[in-house]
C-alpha cells in the first residue's frame, strides 16, 4: 500500500512537470512572432519585455520540479536528466546575455538591429531545443 502511495506522488510529480513544460515553447514562439512582424523597436522591447518574466517562470517550474523527481530518484542522473540541466542553464544564461545586449542596444540603431538579429538567432535555437524536448524526440 505504501509503495503505490509512493508510486503515485513520483507519478504525480513527472506529470505536473511534464504539464508545465509543454508550456516552454509558447513564450519563444511569441518572441519570433514579435521579432518578425515588429514596426518599432520600442515596441519589440516592449513585447520581449512582457514575454521574459514568463521564460523565467517556466525556467524556475522546471528546475524546481526536476530538482523534486531527481530527488526522489535519490539523485540517479541519466544523460537524458543531464541534456534536460543543460538546457535550463542554456536558456537562463541566454536571457541573462539577451539583457546585457538589450543595455548597449537602446543607444544606437545598428545595435538594435545586431540585437534583433541576435534574438530571432537565439530564440530560433531555443524554440528547436525545447520543441526536441517537449515532443520528447530527445528525452
Same mark, same amino acid.
Given at each position: 500500500?505504501?509503495?503505490?502511495?509512493?508510486?503515485?506522488?513520483?507519478?504525480? @510529480?513527472?506529470?505536473?512537470?511534464?504539464?508545465? &513544460?509543454?508550456?516552454?515553447?509558447?513564450?519563444?514562439?511569441?518572441?519570433?512572432?514579435? !521579432? $518578425?512582424?515588429?514596426?518599432? =523597436?520600442?515596441?519589440?522591447?516592449?513585447?520581449?519585455?512582457?514575454? @521574459?518574466? *514568463?521564460?523565467?517562470?517556466?525556467?524556475?517550474?522546471? /528546475?524546481? /520540479?526536476?530538482?523534486? *523527481?531527481?530527488? /526522489?530518484?535519490?539523485? =540517479?542522473?541519466?544523460?537524458?536528466?543531464? !541534456?534536460?540541466?543543460?538546457?535550463?542553464?542554456?536558456?537562463?544564461?541566454?536571457? &541573462?546575455?539577451?539583457?546585457?545586449?538589450?543595455? !548597449?542596444?537602446?543607444?544606437?540603431?545598428?545595435? &538594435?538591429?545586431?540585437?534583433?538579429? $541576435?534574438?530571432?538567432?537565439?530564440?530560433? *535555437?531555443?524554440?528547436? !531545443?525545447?520543441?526536441?524536448? /517537449?515532443?520528447?524526440? *530527445?528525452?
Amino acid at each position: 500500500m505504501e509503495v503505490d502511495m509512493v508510486a503515485k506522488a513520483f507519478n504525480d @510529480m513527472v506529470f505536473f512537470h511534464a504539464f508545465f &513544460m509543454a508550456f516552454f515553447p509558447i513564450p519563444f514562439l511569441i518572441n519570433l512572432y514579435t !521579432l $518578425f512582424t515588429y514596426k518599432t =523597436y520600442q515596441k519589440v522591447i516592449i513585447k520581449l519585455w512582457f514575454v @521574459m518574466p *514568463i521564460i523565467f517562470l517556466l525556467v524556475a517550474v522546471g /528546475s524546481f /520540479s526536476g530538482v523534486f *523527481i531527481l530527488a /526522489s530518484r535519490q539523485w =540517479y542522473m541519466t544523460w537524458q536528466i543531464g !541534456l534536460m540541466i543543460a538546457l535550463m542553464v542554456l536558456i537562463f544564461a541566454v536571457e &541573462m546575455v539577451r539583457l546585457k545586449r538589450l543595455k !548597449l542596444a537602446r543607444t544606437d540603431e545598428e545595435l &538594435m538591429r545586431k540585437y534583433i538579429a $541576435f534574438c530571432r538567432w537565439v530564440y530560433s *535555437i531555443e524554440l528547436c !531545443l525545447v520543441l526536441l524536448f /517537449s515532443l520528447r524526440i *530527445i528525452v
